[in-house]
């Protein structure tokens, strides 16, 4: 091995047109949508200036087996079919409330941005380890909201209400 | 102290570069949350695209009928992480403009030819020794409307392999490309070196020389964040 080697490959924006090639059809669904389990998440991914207003963002969830992508379309939406994963726990034995991870891609991003969805209504999310680490105030922002049907989980990239993103 | 344990030079780009103009509304601006190291880190990666990935497609120029336009090539390499070991088992996918410097996508604003023998998109997974390889067409250099700057010629990849932290979406260019010391995307990374990573360097040892047969050769190994982690680093999966 030499030094070279130990020179990480570094990230690239996304760029805007990726779309033809990443997002598949059925790519949106971790799960049959048609199996009870399969919970839509869905929400508006922004920038500071607003909504993306073109279709250059990707959704991608990732946790265990699942894994879906959604690219947002024109108003900033994006969607995907998932299912509420088994909590995990750590190494010590705490509990882990249930979340998926979810990476965002875009244009202008130069590497991903990293966060996690936390359920609305899980009593394990008050004893979290992970959001026991987040500001207080800015909890809220990982955590989806109930709505008909399934989930809604709005994404900020900046601004007043920009989402908690983690190191990686 | 081993080679394994020196951590990796990390030249990623930051959010914020002010001179890709984009990144000033898309940067987050508050302070990273940090986890301890196996708390995100060791994440196991999906199953996806393991059984979905056909023998063919990693080879963009068969995808049609006739040959697509322009400058066949062999683009080739090694997937290693951090620790130097093969990254076996990685979901490559490339997607790419044709020699005009057109995208298939419908959002390509541009009004450059498409290919009908080419779609500009391929995929594979690395074998045992983390060795990968694409036949396709050198794409061609592109601009965007008045004040923009054409880019250096360039391949889009995406990576998944085995744990989350090691996922990656990258751009390789050319070697001897001058676009690549002037292009703002490149110059968000801190330092030359890591620009280098991002360079395919000609490969006589994969050209192939034989009228129609004939593809140049390009090389282009790609390291991803290790996992250095202990087992007891491992969160467990109770599922």
Redesign the interface.
């Known amino acids: ?1 030499t030094d070279d ?18 997002v598949f059809e059925g790519a949106d669904h971790a799960v049959d949508p048609a199996d009870p389990s399969a919970i839509t998440v869905s929400g508006v991914l922004y ?3 607003g909504p993306l207003a ?3 963002g990707l959704v991608e969830v ?6 879906a992508r959604s690219r947002s379309d024109r108003e900033g939406r994006f969607q995907v079919t998932v299912r509420k ?7 010590d034995g705490r509990p ?1 409330a249930p979340y998926l ?1 979810i ?1 965002v ?10 966060t996690r969805m936390y359920f609305p209504d899980e009593d394990a999310n008050a004893t979290d ?2 959001l026991a ?2 500001d207080p105030e ?1 909890r809220y922002t990982l955590i989806a909201q109930s709505i008909e049907p399934g989930l809604r989980f709005d994404i900020h ?2 601004g007043e209400h ?7 | 102290m081993s ?1 394994a344990a ?1 951590p ?8 914020l ?1 002010p001179e ?11 302070r ?4 301890p190291r ?4 060791t ?7 393991h059984g979905a990935v056909r023998p063919g497609e990693n080879d963009l120029t068969t995808q049609h009928e006739g040959q697509p336009i322009g400058q066949k090539i062999i683009l080739s390499g090694r997937v ?1 992480d ?1 620790d ?1 070991r093969p990254a076996a088992g990685t979901l490559i ?3 790419q ?1 044709n020699a005009a410097g057109r ?6 604003p541009h009004n450059l030819p498409l290919d009908p023998n080419f ?3 391929g995929r594979c997974l690395t074998d045992s020794e983390g060795r990968y390889r694409f036949t396709t067409i050198r794409p061609a250099a592109y601009c965007g409307p008045v004040g923009t700057s054409f880019r250096p010629g360039h391949i ?1 990849v ?1 990576l998944i392999g085995s744990d ?2 090691s ?5 390789c260019y050319f070697e001897g490309d001058p676009l690549i010391w002037v292009d703002h ?2 110059a ?2 801190p330092d030359p ?3 280098e ?2 360079i395919a360097r000609h490969d006589p040892t994969t050209t192939i020389i034989g009228y129609e047969e004939s593809a140049l050769g390009y090389r282009w ?5 290790g996992q250095t982690a202990t087992p ?8």
Not at chain 1, 5 to 17: A, C, D, F, H, N
Not at chain 1, 62 to 67: A, I, L, R, V
Request: glycine content about 8%.
């Open positions: 091995m080697e130990l020179i990480l490959t570094p990230s690239q924006t996304l760029g805007p047109m990726y779309g033809f090639a990443l920038d500071g200036k073109q279709p250059d990732w946790e265990g087996t699942q894994f994963p088994e909590a995990r726990v750590l190494p882990l991870n990476a891609f875009a244009r202008g991003l130069q590497k991903q941005a990293q380890p992970v680490l987040v800015r990239l900046q920009e989402t908690v993103f983690f190191a990686f | 080679r020196r990796p030079l990390d030249f990623n780009p930051p959010y570069h890709y103009r984009l990144t000033v509304q898309r940067a987050p601006s508050q990273l949350v940090e986890l196996g708390w995100f880190h994440t196991p990666g999906p199953v996806f695209g290693l951090s130097g996918e490339l997607w403009a995208y298939l996508d419908p959002h390509d779609d500009g998109l889009h995406s989350l932290s996922r990656l979406v990258t751009q995307v490149t968000g990374i070196r890591g620009v990573r991002l190994d790609i390291v991803l964040r007891l680093d491992h969160v467990d999966d109770r599922r």
